[in-house]
């Protein structure tokens, strides 16, 4: 079993939907929860961090961690065009490097 | 704060060749970490500096990837007798002591032929 499971998708939505991205993860040290947005042939842009269970909001998006499922999740509410991009989760434990899911490529639709 | 830069962005070479890649993180960060990046894949850890200790490497890291950060600053990551399974994204992040999320650079993109 992999360290972070993540659905590959993709994902095709049609603009205003809201998008629900997961991830699980099996290692109870992990303690900061990241997610990046990615878009073709560039660097990860990081788009929310947390490091307790709970929600987190930031604008449009809704960050989510349930640390007793080992469960996390980005909502994206009033998806667009320009939303369209691969998103990864990365969890960081006590030793600093990232752990990412394999990324979800997401096609928002006009 | 100027992001983190890396050069080059891309990168052709033939199998065989040594290649080196540059990281500049943000100034005031003390923590540089190299990343690759295979197609369809999330980024994987090479390895990790604080300041200029490289404190961690991934066994991805074969005796010919070499990585160096003299001073504290800027980063390099030097490929030697490239091999077509090298072929990656190439990328770097920065991040404070004190915590706190990485930030990466565009990547650099390398293609070994």
Known sequence: QKEVEQD?????????????LNCTYSNSAFQYFMWYRQYSRKGPELLMYTYSSGNKEDGRFTAQVDKSSKY??????????????????????????????????????? | DTGVSQDPRHKITKRGQN???????????????????????????????????????????SDRFSAERPKGSFSTLEIQRTEQGDSAMYLCASSRLAGGPGYFGPGTRLTVL
């Not at chain 2, 943000?26 to 999330?42: D, F, K, M, P, V």
């Open chain 2, 19 to 61: 290649v080196t890649f540059r990281c500049d993180p943000i100034s005031e960060h003390n923590r540089l970490y190299w990343y690759r990046q295979t197609l369809g894949q999330g980024p994987e850890f090479l390895t990790y500096f604080q300041n200029e200790a490289q404190l961690e490497k991934s066994r991805l890291l």
């Open chain 1, 72 to 110: 996390i999740s980005l909502f994206i509410r009033d998806s667009q065009p320009s939303d369209s991009a691969t998103y990864l989760c990365a969890l960081e434990g006590s030793n600093y490097k990232l752990t990412f899911g394999k990324g979800t490529l997401l096609t928002v639709n006009p």
């Open chain 1, 8 to 20: 590959p998708g993709p994902l095709s939505v049609p603009e205003g939907a809201i998008v629900s």
